[in-house]
């Protein structure tokens, strides 16, 4: 049994219509508010109602490059670390990246209350020659501003869109911020395609209700989702057979990239624990961090993963992306580099 | 009306970094305080959606374009983390001026009172000129606005606060 859109949501504290979010935490529990997320006890997946109008194919050149390396090989990503807000770490890290990677990440930071807004920074990405793949979350701005970003990011040429409802401003350090939520990643997905843009969103497959998370991504493609991003979901295994479950339940194979973590300290290890829903292969960041030099050995086991990903089945592409310590921006966008280069991007 | 949810003079320090007056700000402000006539601008707002670009956007490709630009920001449909990020390019941007409207149109989000935005603004290394009854404009002075919009929306001029 299924729900049909636009069920009951006013208790989701995100507005949400077309939840779970991936911050249900493994109790069932809402991220924000002290009690079980309200999409549990209903029927799942929401299906999503929209009204059928066409959506277009990627307008900007940097989208039709990406969509043609990927049929050619696996499509490598790389986050991308720089400082919030200055420009002078964009031109740094971008200078570390260029020429390594198939197209850069622009999300929301884990470290950073206000970042430029999304257009503008791809835009000071993009003159330093990346490709950009630049995140929209739905916490900050209603549908009209949206909208404008989404203009804006077709303006500057952007690959791609990330889509994300994002955190709840209750949750991270934003506490002071009206929580927007106008819209959701499932609601923002058609407006980015009919902007032009090529759409990526994302999905934890470790987060309560595991086995509804398959069918989800089948509504998010169907609202005109391209890509699926994956959080952090355990062992290769774990994703191949996410991969095939989603083929499943959408009629066809989703292109799915999941994450590979770049751990080179104990501040991005500490980071990666935030994040929710999060499961990784046994023992990985135990292995950096009781190394020698964790650095090169958080380089070498993400290069061992990834290349298992992108060896696996119903894998389109990996997602390279962490953090490191306040100042070390341009030494992480480095290693990111390298790793991105290991597995075949900027190719 | 909209009912503005104020929330006091609480610091913003742990905010918005604290900027500096970058040259075009500093030359406008300069000319307020000495009542000269500030340098020809343009006036930039957001574009209409779904297709108008961000103001953002605009300011940048006005700049690169050589131009003194002053920016109206919105805040009746993005939150205060969204409003800071915008001051944070403008001032990148080194616009010479943000237009702070005393009386926005409502909208989806109330998040900032018109005055905190120019603290906000102020904070950030922006000088501010408000657009609108003002009111009361030492509380505006408080909030370190420099100056009033006047003119059209093609001749925009400024006048001190």
Request: glycine content about 12%; proline content about 9%.
């Given at each position: ?197 090529l759409t990526s969103f994302a999905e934890s497959p470790a987060a309560p ?139 | ?161």
């Open positions: 049994m299924s729900g049909v859109g636009a069920v009951g949501t006013a208790a989701c504290p995100k507005r949400m219509t077309y939840g779970p979010c991936g911050g249900v935490g493994a109790d069932g529990g809402c991220e924000v508010a002290p009690e079980p997320c309200v999409f549990l006890p209903r029927p799942l997946p929401v299906r999503w109602s929209g009204d059928g109008t066409p959506l277009e194919e990627p307008r900007t050149r940097a989208g039709r490059e990406v969509l043609e390396v990927m049929a050619r090989r696996p499509l490598v990503v790389s986050g991308f670390p720089a400082a919030p807000m200055s420009r002078d770490s964009v031109r740094a890290c971008a200078e570390a990246l260029r020429g390594s990677t198939d197209c850069v990440l622009a999300g929301d930071s884990g470290r950073a209350r206000v970042q430029f807004p999304p257009a503008y920074r791809a835009r000071l990405m993009a003159a330093e020659g990346l490709r950009v793949w630049s995140g929209v979350n739905c916490r900050d701005r209603d549908r009209d501003a949206l909208d404008r970003e989404l203009a804006s990011l077709r303006e500057v040429g952007v690959a791609g869109v990330h889509c994300v409802t994002g955190d709840h401003t209750g949750s991270g350090d934003r506490p002071d911020a009206t929580p927007v939520f106008d819209l959701e990643a499932t609601t923002l997905l058609p407006r980015a395609r009919r902007a032009g843009l209700p595991v086995r509804h998370r398959p069918a989800r991504v089948a509504e998010k493609v169907r609202a005109g989702g391209r890509l699926c991003w994956l959080q952090y979901c355990g062992e290769v295994e774990d994703v191949e057979a996410f991969a095939a479950a989603t083929a499943a339940a959408a009629g066809a194979p989703v292109p799915v990239l999941p994450g590979v973590p770049l751990v080179v300290d104990r501040a991005g290890a500490l980071l990666l624990a935030d994040f929710a829903a999060a499961v990784l292969p046994e023992g990985y960041v135990e292995r950096v961090l009781e190394a020698r030099d964790p650095e090169v050995v958080g380089v070498q086991v993400a290069v061992e993963l990834g290349t298992r990903l992108l060896g696996a089945s119903g894998v389109a592409g990996v997602v390279v992306a962490g953090g490191a310590g306040p100042g070390r921006e341009v030494a992480f966008a480095r290693a990111l580099a390298t790793v991105t280069r290991e597995l075949g991007g900027g190719s | 009306m909209p009912t503005w949810p104020l929330r006091g003079d609480a610091p913003v320090e742990d905010r918005l970094r604290p900027g500096s007056r970058r040259p075009r700000a500093a030359a406008l402000a300069g000319a307020l305080a000495e009542g000269r006539p500030p340098a020809p601008a343009v006036l930039l707002g957001d574009g209409p959606p779904p297709t108008g670009p961000t103001v953002v956007l605009r300011a940048a490709e006005a700049r690169e374009a050589g131009e003194d630009v002053w920016c109206r920001i919105a805040v009746h449909d993005r939150n205060r983390v969204a409003v800071e990020g915008d001051l944070a390019a403008l001032a990148d941007l080194d616009v010479a001026a943000v237009v702070v409207d005393a009386d926005p149109p409502p909208g989806r989000v109330l998040d900032l009172a018109p005055i905190e935005v120019a603290r906000l603004a102020t904070y950030a290394g922006l000088v501010v000129l408000v657009a609108g009854p003002v009111g009361e404009p030492e509380r505006w002075r408080r909030a370190g606005a420099c100056g009033l919009l006047v003119g059209t929306p093609d001749r925009p001029r400024a006048v001190a606060l």
